[in-house]
């Protein structure tokens, strides 16, 4: 599976756009990109994932590169339940494939 | 629709002790996964059934750590005896299917401290 690099921490203020990046410059053809966040105390949730096109549904958008070699998640208007960490993995088709987890990026909304 | 149940919660034992953490997962979910995710981490997997069937096992440490799930629908971690680097939090979660398709959900955890 392809690896992840996501900054260890962002700041954002409460009701602007949050901007989360990713990279995945060894990606292959058939890996997909998710993302998930873990609020402080809570088992992780899903957001979002893509293979090629860019995503939206009512958590987030994800906007892949052409080259698929980084992604970013996007929350619209944060608010301050959307601090927490945030975590980008890419992951093999196959029901063999695990999520590799890396330690993510910690997002602080700020009021 | 009710999400995935773990209990209990908390746990304290000492090492060398044993103990056990159940997983409910979402109902019609053929996936279960388990999860380790020591503080300051991300998840890391231990186990992942299909069914009652395991399908990923290579990151359990089967000398001290066992995982079953009859009938494929609830789940049992088990370790014995229990060492210090496993205070953690264990996370169970579930899946339609194993495939990158389907998203996972995530039980609250039991986080284990272990003295």
């Known amino acids: 599976d392809a690896k992840t690099t996501q900054p260890p921490s962002m700041d954002c203020a409460e009701g602007r756009a949050a901007n989360l990046p990713c990279n995945h410059s060894?990606?292959?053809?058939?890996?997909?990109v998710y993302w998930y966040r873990q609020i402080h105390s809570q088992g992780p949730q899903y957001i979002i994932h893509?293979?090629?096109?860019?995503e939206t549904n009512e958590m987030a958008s994800l906007i892949i590169t052409e080259d698929r070699k980084s992604s970013t998640l996007i929350l619209p208007h944060a608010t301050l339940r959307d601090t927490a960490v945030y975590y980008c993995?890419?992951?093999?088709?196959?029901?063999?494939?695990?999520?590799?987890w890396g330690a993510g990026t910690k997002l602080i909304i700020k009021p | 629709e009710a999400g995935v149940a773990q209990s209990p919660r908390y746990k304290i034992i000492e090492k060398r002790q044993s103990v056990a953490f159940w997983c409910n997962p979402i109902?019609?979910?053929?996936?279960l996964y388990w999860y380790q995710q020591i503080l300051g981490q991300g998840p890391k997997l231990l186990i992942q059934?299909?069914?009652?069937?395991?399908?990923?096992d290579s990151q359990l440490p089967k000398d001290r750590f066992s995982a079953e799930r009859l009938k494929g629908v609830d789940s049992t971690l088990k370790i014995q005896p229990a060492k210090l680097e496993d205070s953690a939090v264990y996370l169970c979660?579930?899946?339609?299917?194993?495939?990158?398709?389907?998203?996972?959900?995530f039980g609250p955890g039991t986080r284990l401290t272990v003295t």
């Open positions: 979660a579930s899946s339609l299917a194993g495939t990158a398709a389907y998203e996972q959900y």
């Open positions: 109902s019609g979910h053929a996936t």
């Open positions: 059934f299909q069914n009652n069937g395991v399908v990923d």
């Open positions: 060894t990606i292959s053809g058939n890996e997909y």
């Open positions: 893509g293979l090629k096109n860019n």
């Open positions: 993995i890419v992951r093999g088709g196959g029901s063999n494939y695990q999520l590799i």
